[in-house]
């Protein structure tokens, strides 16, 4: 028998499927431009906000994030590839800042450099933000001289921390 929980996340995968395909004018590989993108078969769809930016289609809170299933929860973590096609690593690594679950890595400043390796090796946009030096690009061209950083105000809470650590374990 199937949860509700279960039915529940299949009727809004369908339900946001639905209203994909309503507003890019039909199916996949129409002619028609959209700025909206959808991650594969799930039905969620990422969007440039009025920032201009992509952000984590998940808008929900810390409970129910933590109510997902670790699957549901991998279906808002991976980021189409289309996305990666249209942003610059600057944009490729707020975005990585604002990764849902962000606040659970290990916060021994050396966990934390290893928590973003591991990541890596699992997520899409890890492994291209850690790829190149793009994170610690990042890290030293916003780092204040106070050790501080500049950072998007859709940045998680610790983001800086995370920083930090990468520069002075990882980077």
Same mark, same amino acid.
């Given at each position: ?6 039915? @529940? ?57 933590? %109510? ?36 659970? @890595? ?12 591991? @990541? ?24 204040? %001289? ?17 920083? %930090? ?7």
């Amino acid at each position: 028998m199937i949860s509700k929980r279960i039915l @529940l996340f299949l009727l809004t995968a369908i339900l946001f499927s639905a209203c994909s395909l309503e507003s890019t004018g039909g199916l996949a590989g129409s002619d028609r431009k959209t700025e909206k993108e959808t991650s594969g078969d799930t039905g969620i769809v990422w969007e440039r906000s009025d920032d201009g930016k992509f952000h984590y289609p998940f808008e929900g809170e810390f409970k129910e994030w933590h %109510a997902l299933t670790a699957d549901e929860q991998a279906l808002y973590h991976r980021v189409p590839d289309n996305v990666f096609a249209e942003c610059s690593d600057e944009e490729l690594v707020e975005l990585a800042l604002e990764y849902p679950g962000l606040f659970e @890595l290990n916060w021994d400043s050396k966990g934390v450099a290893q928590a973003l390796k591991n @990541l890596a090796a699992q997520d899409n946009l890890f492994a291209c933000v850690l790829e190149e030096g793009r994170l610690t690009h990042y890290a030293k061209a916003h780092q204040n %001289a106070d050790g501080t950083f500049t950072l998007s105000p859709a940045a998680d809470p610790a983001a800086e921390i995370i920083l %930090a650590a990468w520069l002075r374990y990882a980077g």
